[in-house]
């Protein structure tokens, strides 16, 4: 590795940075993002300004990293040093401020958003989501303002996926793929339009044949996240309790966000879920691991709050509930802490249970209902457990077509 390139480089986007108003907390974050980034590879070629291998070095580096090493962190800092070398953007990012607002356009979405809130039945953080991942195809579509439904082609869908997204990562596109595919039933429900083309897409995001089976943790891994947490503080024992809602009670990020002191039924021993995906409520047993890690938390360092939020914030906004972000945060630092190269993100845990399940021989039913799926078949999908029957159904993904 050439040091002295990489430590007049280093210097240059140091103060890159500074100009533009960066925070002295980021700035040694991104820092020591880049330098792990030369780390990777000889950095000659920047001598050379061959600027083509240095993005191409930049897309292995950042397919490299683990889920759980922060990241988003490495892609933006990597983002803004090829910016800082080569005065260009690393990927064309879409933006809504690039056309006229078209009033057409913002009224189908309104609609849109309708159909998929009162119909459809979807979560308000879907809804969003998927409604702006559709009205970037409208508006990118429809650049001179003559957007009608019944103008959408499948040449439409596949330039928004192959060129317009093509930085995403084909997760992502499986994802955009569906959203696209749930504006098209609208189409259909609403106009009577019909596109065959677009609805040949696959149902669901993966392709089971090929997809790799979800991450779980083993029941030694799960004990390692336990014990990452130090329950001699306030933090560990809060944080500690999250988690065991997570593991034990197979709960979204979302779910632990919204629970209350009054969904507990410490009577009965049951706990009521209602700031559900499905918008419907459950009801589950709290078993006693998890009861007395809440317990320790309500009895010993919640703070004194008229919040009726289960979970609340220590420092900033004192006693104010903890929204998903944090609720989410704590379990990847917990996993980061207990060294888990398998922990993707806190769903992990959802899987564990439902594979901890069907291993004892619980029923699908029962499973979905745990797990709060309106249907067996999305339960299914979601522990892809009976592989030979998923192989008869699994077609080919069309990005090998795009």
């Given at each position: 590795?050439?040091?002295?390139?990489?430590?007049?480089?280093?210097?240059?986007?140091?103060?890159?940075?500074?100009?533009?108003?960066?925070?002295?907390?980021?700035?040694?974050?991104?820092?020591?993002?880049?330098?792990?980034?030369?780390?990777?590879?000889?950095?000659?070629?920047?001598?050379?300004?061959?600027?083509?291998?240095?993005?191409?070095?930049?897309?292995?580096?950042?397919?490299?990293?683990?889920?759980i090493s922060q990241k988003a962190l490495v892609q933006a800092a990597i983002h803004?040093?090829?910016?800082?070398?080569?005065?260009?953007?690393?990927?064309?990012?879409?933006?809504?401020?690039?056309?006229?607002l078209d009033l057409n356009i913002e009224l189908e979405i309104q609609k849109f958003r309708k159909y998929l809130k009162e119909l459809a039945g979807l979560c308000d953080s879907t809804i969003a989501s998927t409604s702006s991942t559709v009205k970037y195809l409208l508006y990118s579509s429809f650049p001179q303002k003559d957007f009608l439904p019944q103008k959408i082609l499948f040449s439409h869908v596949h330039i928004f996926i192959s060129k317009t997204l093509s930085h995403l990562s084909k997760e992502s596109k499986k994802t955009i793929i569906v959203r696209v595919r749930n504006y098209i039933r609208y189409l259909e429900f609403s106009y009577g339009l019909k596109s065959e083309a677009i609805l040949k897409l696959p149902m669901t995001s993966p392709v089971w044949k090929r997809s790799s089976q979800p991450k779980y943790l083993t029941n030694i891994e799960l004990e390692r996240l336990f014990s990452s947490y130090d329950r001699k503080k306030s933090y560990g024992i809060r944080d500690y309790a999250i988690a065991r809602c997570l593991s034990d009670l197979a709960l979204?990020?979302?779910?632990?966000?919204?629970l209350s002191l009054d969904d507990f039924n410490w009577v009965e021993g049951t706990i009521t879920i209602k700031n559900t995906k499905t918008h419907s409520q459950r009801t589950l047993p709290l078993n006693s691991c998890t009861g007395k890690a809440i317990e320790s938390y309500l009895l010993h360092c919640r703070p004194n709050t008229i919040e009726r939020t289960l979970f609340v914030r220590y420092k900033n906004q004192k006693g104010q509930s903890m929204g998903t972000s944090q609720i989410r945060n704590t379990i990847r630092n917990a996993a980061i802490r207990?060294?888990?190269?398998?922990?993707?993100g806190a769903h992990t845990l959802r899987h564990t249970v439902a594979k901890n399940m069907i291993n004892n021989g619980i029923g699908l039913k029962t499973i979905a209902d745990v797990l709060g799926h309106k249907s067996i078949e999305t339960t299914l999908i979601y522990t892809k457990l009976n592989f030979t029957q998923l192989q008869d159904v699994a077609g080919i993904w069309p990005e090998d077509r795009l």
């Open positions: 590795m050439n040091n002295v390139i990489d430590k007049d480089h280093i210097i240059g986007f140091k103060e890159y940075l500074v100009n533009n108003g960066y925070s002295k907390h980021i700035i040694p974050i991104y820092i020591r993002k880049i330098k792990r980034f030369f780390e990777y590879k000889d950095s000659a070629f920047l001598q050379k300004k061959d600027y083509l291998k240095l993005k191409q070095y930049m897309i292995e580096y950042v397919d490299e990293v683990p889920q803004l040093y090829y910016y800082f070398i080569t005065g260009k953007y690393f990927l064309y990012r879409m933006s809504l401020k690039n056309y006229d979204r990020c979302s779910e632990v966000s919204g207990a060294r888990l190269d398998n922990f993707t």
